[in-house]
């Protein structure tokens, strides 16, 4: 995910202070990794320094003096650019879960029971996402975030399944090569 991006289409909406888009970015993506405060005022110093935004004063509101940003046209174009960008299909995908079955080949470990053991962390995983979407109350965005996760979790199990599977060959090709 592109944070840069990200803060752009948030101050889509008006001007805003760091504290306020770092609020906003947890909100609106609850199953994201929040933004750390030095994350966004970083990017925020970058999108000024490439000219994507800029300073529109500063704000108190009765506390401390806060930077308010706005986009800039430039940031504006930039992220209706972004947005329309088709996110191509990785090329190849790494995956730990495939490296840890090779290594405990490779080690003569046991692959069956770390795709066991994965197994059930996933379906915990699962069954926490599940209760997130199903909560009184629960947003849209948090339900589409739960689903999309949920989705991966899926396609993972089925390939934890399929693996177990192969194992057998897995560990002669592995072990003859």
Do not use: C
């Amino acid at each position: 995910m592109s944070t840069r991006h990200i803060l752009l289409g948030l101050l889509a909406a008006g001007p805003s202070h760091g504290y306020d888009l770092k609020r906003r970015h947890d909100e609106r993506f609850p199953q994201a990794r929040p933004l750390a405060y030095g994350q966004v005022y970083t990017t925020l110093q970058r999108l000024v320094r490439d000219g994507l935004a800029e300073v529109d004063g500063t704000d108190s509101d009765g506390g401390p003096e806060r930077t308010m940003y706005r986009a800039t046209g430039e940031g504006t174009h930039e992220l209706a650019r972004w947005a329309g960008e088709i996110a191509p299909p990785a090329p190849f995908v790494a995956n730990e879960i495939f490296a840890k079955v090779v290594v405990a080949i490779l080690a003569g470990g046991d692959p069956a029971g770390y795709l066991s053991a994965q197994r059930a962390a996933h379906m915990e995983r699962m069954r926490e996402l599940t209760a997130v979407k199903a909560a009184k109350g629960a947003d849209l965005a948090t339900v589409l975030s739960a689903d999309y996760a949920l989705n991966h979790l899926d396609a993972d199990l089925r390939w934890m399944s399929t693996t177990a599977a192969r194992l057998t060959t897995l560990t002669a090709e592995v072990d003859a090569a």
